[in-house]
């Protein structure tokens, strides 16, 4: 009854102004920003994502909220980076740590401004009896995983929508009948199509290319010179690409892409095993849980025809972190306190100042350490393995695979970096901050 009250006003408000514009995230799993070709990424075809470029708007420097799956789907869900937000790795002192009540998300702040709202794929903030649970968390519809290594399979004999069990008898006994991301995606799909009369916020964090590298039909990479895996990934990644594709085309069939801003990105970089294959790390240093470059960077391309310039880019720092302060800009909602993103509406619009960013910083406990913090500040990029180890420095201008280590030279650069750390990082007792070797490695 709410809802209906809240749209009935929402619906009056629309006589008189613009549709609520819809907003989809689509934000798929390991692919690395070297994966597609409006990166520079040379192997696998991803011409639906090209197309979203040419159309819209890539950024350049912009970064995941973390290095792994959990805590980048807590960043953007809660617009807290990674110092201070709840889930800062994978796995905590007391395990999975689903996201408490208090937490107010992206997903609950569009709803109460009447949006429907609706997620498809992996969420990974809290499986089901928990506080952490979608539908606790504002989603209407969410169906796909809630358990991270659930996720990993592609054939399980059942997904969850709503907490409940949705039986795949097409793979009990050891059948392989149903790929989930199929299901996954089609459900994406009506959900858009059911909803196209209201506004509505769609988190589209499909699996694929994470987790067990299965696809049913790798056929269009078979002449590589490739391992089974490689090519099961590329044919993944590629399947993210068709799918995107089916979203925009959608969105033009039911004549909304004018009202809804679409996202592509990918929540972390990408394995190891692909970086020489495919160079889907895109030349850059490090992959997956690592805070060097090639685990945060991340490919985002903003495409909303008419509003966004075609063609257009935006060296921007900036990321998963934004996306809660975007939303609430653009549906005139507020992100809950101590949220840490700048809306990137002005920089989408060209309308009106975008308010820059003096630091970016991550922490996370796990990959190499096993703690990590980083920072980028403008150009500089500074790197630690605790809390009291050396910091290394980088020139991105000049450097931006983090070969040559700058420290010694700038000190004082060095010095904001230990700053920004400092003030950025706030203790959890769900986790250790690691003082770290007080000595550099030598280089290998
Ligand atoms: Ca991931």
Known sequence: MKRLLILMAASLVLVASARPKNLIFIMVDDAGVGDFGCYGGKHIPTPNIDRMAKEGMRFTNAYSGSAVCAPT??????GKHPGHCVRRANQSKVGLLPLPDSEFTVAESLKAAGYATGGFGKWGLGNPGTTGVPEKQGFDLFFGYYDQVHAHDYY???LIRNSEKV????NTGGKKETYTHTLIA????????????EPFFVYACWTPPHGKFVIPDASAFADKPWSQAVKNYAAMVALMDTDTGRVMDLL?????EKDTLVIFTSDNGPNGQFVKPLGSAGGLRGVKRHLHEGGIRAPFVAWWPGTVEAGSESDLLCGHLDWFATCADIAGTKPA???DGISLLPVLTGKGGVKKRDAMYWEIYEGPGPFQQAVRMGKWKGYRLGTKAPMELYDLGQDPAEKNDLSAEFPDVVKSMEEVMKREHVP????????GPKKRKRKK
């Open 156 to 158: 399980p004999d059942h």
């Open 428 to 435: 959890s007792k769900h986790y250790t901050a690691l003082e």
């Open 73 to 78: 789907r807590c960043v953007l869900m809660t």
């Open 167 to 170: 039986p795949l008898p097409g």
């Open 252 to 256: 033009k069939e039911l004549g909304i």
């Open 186 to 197: 089609d459900d994406t799909l009506k959900f858009i199509r059911e909803h196209k009369d």
């Open 337 to 339: 306190q101590g949220n």
